[in-house]
């Protein structure tokens, strides 16, 4: 690049500017109260995670193997960006001791997590998920726990026309034979379908059914369903589920198309999508149980349920059904110095006020009149005006913008005077 280029952002990322940090900061407090509500704590874990620990969790492993940003570091160690937090948080609940508390360990994380796609509408490079877990425990009802919490929190966001699709894909003692079924069905249709299905129905038959080529949708169509062949306890447990979920008034759709390609998740399997999320990506929240990925770690065999939320895709969801958040002018008051020369008479009166509300000053050597228009625009309730006349005096011309009302008030009344208006 030649060097008179602006060195630009990195392809597929995005900056959060104070304007939108408002509204994200909503998400994220609504997304820690909500948790917290539910006896849930928060947990940290690195962005990068040694590369072996990342890759055990891609789906279908050649696709997913390529968004992984994997790196040598100067050890020669190969390390990935996290693109999903769950693997980190089980690794950090055995090697923090969390399995020897109280059981299960509840647990959410908002952060970035890196995905190497192509970036389009919706999806990005670096993006940011809540992500909440429940280890240590087999119990259904914590699988309606979980969908009752991510519920709770994009009802307290205000979003409406969300949709929760449910199923579930048994476990290790039926879903082999379903799988059999499922490979039995598709065999004598393989030459017709997309060529990824002809690849899956080898390696990972049970995504066949979350493909969304149009030449595959006739075969999905007529499927063996998972839910008809579910062993008794897995019937049980998604009886149990749901019966949890209309006790809680939470309505759901069946979607027996509804998988997580991966032998280590079982049974709940669900996602919440937006009506006005189009195509592939549509989804807003995923999750589902997945007993199986402790010992896939090489971890003591261990039960988990969790989800994972595009805090973007719920932002933009939310600006969409017009859920607006005005953000807070960055100061109350704006301390404008009518003179130069005044700089150091001003800070000193910024100092004074800023317990009382967040201050700045105009330092700039504009005219009195181009201050207060900028005061204005950045939406300051009070200005405080003073020249080197009434500096010499302490004094300040105390203005409220939006009555015009105007007083003189001492350097050491204004914290009182903020305050108490
Ligand atoms: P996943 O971990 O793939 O189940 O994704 C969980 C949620 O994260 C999805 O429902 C999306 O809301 C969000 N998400 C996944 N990938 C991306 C991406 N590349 N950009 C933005 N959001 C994403």
Not at 269 to 287: D, I
Request: with cysteine; hydrophobic share 40%; net charge neutral.
């Amino acid at each position: 690049m030649p060097p008179s280029q602006p060195i630009r952002a990195a392809r597929g990322v995005r900056d959060v500017l104070p304007g939108e940090r408002a509204a994200w900061a909503q998400v994220e407090q609504a997304a820690a109260r909500v948790a917290r509500s539910f006896g849930y704590q928060e947990i940290e874990v690195p962005i990068i995670e040694p590369a072996e620990l990342v890759e055990r969790m891609g789906e279908d492993t050649d696709v997913v193997a390529k968004e992984i940003y994997r790196f040598q570091d100067r050890g020669g160690r190969w390390l990935a960006l996290r693109p999903e937090a769950t693997a980190g948080v089980v690794r950090a609940y055995f090697e923090g001791g969390l399995q020897a508390g109280p059981q299960p360990a509840r647990l959410y994380l908002l952060g970035p997590m890196f995905r190497y796609d192509r970036p389009q509408a919706g999806r990005y490079r670096q993006f940011h998920q809540l992500d909440v877990e429940a280890i240590g425990d087999p119990s259904p009802a914590l699988d309606a726990e979980i969908i009752e919490l991510a519920a709770g929190w994009l009802n307290a966001l205000g979003l409406r026309d969300v949709r929760l699709e449910l199923n579930s894909i048994g476990d290790s003692r039926c879903r082999p034979a379903y799988l059999r079924l499922l490979q039995d069905y598709y065999r004598p249709h393989k030459e017709k379908l997309h060529p990824d299905c002809q690849r899956r129905l080898e390696t990972n038959p049970l995504r066949l059914l979350d493909c969304k080529e149009e030449r595959c949708q006739p075969f999905k169509a007529r499927a063996p369903r998972v839910t008809d062949h579910l062993c008794e306890p897995c019937q049980e447990a998604f009886s149990e589920v749901r019966g949890l979920l209309d006790a809680a008034g939470i309505e759901y759709q069946l979607n027996p198309f509804l998988v997580r390609g991966l032998d280590y998740y079982t049974r709940t399997v669900f996602e919440f999508q937006h009506e006005a999320l189009g195509g592939a990506q549509n989804s807003l929240v995923g999750g589902g149980r997945y007993d199986g990925l402790a010992s896939a770690l090489n971890w003591p065999d261990t039960p988990a349920v969790g989800f994972a939320a595009g805090l973007e895709r719920v932002l933009s969801m939310m600006k969409r059904e017009g859920e607006e958040v005005v953000p807070a002018p960055a100061a109350g008051l704006l301390v404008l110095p009518a003179e130069p020369g005044l700089s150091v008479a001003a800070a000193q009166v910024a100092r004074s006020c800023r317990e009382a509300v967040a201050t700045a000053v105009d330092y700039s050597e504009r005219s009195l009149r181009a201050k207060m228009r900028a005061a204005a625009k950045a939406g300051a309730r009070w200005v405080a005006i003073f020249n080197r006349e009434e500096g010499a005096r302490k004094v300040v011309q105390l203005r409220e913008m939006t009555s015009g009302e105007q007083a003189e008030v001492a350097w050491a009344d204004l914290p009182e005077r903020l305050i108490s208006s």
